[in-house]
């Protein structure tokens, strides 16, 4: 079966040497086939699998918001599959902000980068 070993959240422009563990619980290795990436540009890699756990590093490619899946297969079978979502940040370090806000009866709206996580409001 197949484990992410990794981070799912980066900066933009990170280049990270990611991998997954592939765990062949048989007795004996074996070889099997390793389907991996971003929905539509998926690389084939063919595995000789130890007994036990085997650390698979992962071919560097660049990193986009979103979904990335791996597929192990077997004798032309699907052993397993895994999906993992990245969250790519904006280039720089995130740093907490503050706004004060009167309230008016309409409309009421927030200055926020379109990056921001983590929003809390507290009335006062």
Same mark, same amino acid.
């Given at each position: 079966?197949?484990?992410?070993?990794?981070?799912?959240?980066?900066?933009?422009?990170?280049?990270?040497?990611?991998?997954?563990?592939?765990?062949?619980?048989?007795?004996?290795? /074996?070889?099997?086939? #390793? !389907?991996?990436?971003?929905?539509?540009?998926?690389?084939? +890699?063919? $595995?000789? &699998? %130890?007994?036990?756990?085997?650390?698979?590093?992962?071919?560097?490619?660049?990193?986009?918001?979103?979904?990335?899946?791996?597929?192990?297969?077997?004798?032309?079978?699907?052993?397993?599959?895994?999906? /993992?979502?990245?969250? #790519? !940040?904006?280039?720089?370090?995130?740093?907490?902000?503050? +706004?004060? $806000?009167? &309230? %008016?009866?309409?409309?009421?709206?927030?200055?926020?980068?379109?990056?921001?996580?983590?929003?809390?409001?507290?009335?006062?």
């Amino acid at each position: 079966y197949l484990k992410w070993s990794g981070p799912t959240r980066f900066r933009q422009g990170d280049q990270p040497d990611l991998g997954l563990f592939v765990f062949n619980q048989g007795e004996q290795p /074996v070889k099997a086939e #390793l !389907l991996s990436g971003p929905p539509g540009s998926q690389r084939s +890699q063919t $595995l000789e &699998l %130890a007994k036990g756990v085997n650390y698979i590093p992962l071919a560097q490619q660049p990193l986009s918001d979103g979904d990335w899946s791996a597929e192990l297969r077997q004798d032309g079978q699907v052993r397993d599959r895994l999906a /993992v979502r990245f969250n #790519l !940040l904006a280039d720089g370090w995130q740093v907490e902000q503050m +706004q004060n $806000l009167s &309230l %008016a009866a309409a409309s009421n709206p927030l200055q926020l980068p379109a990056d921001a996580r983590d929003v809390r409001l507290r009335l006062a």
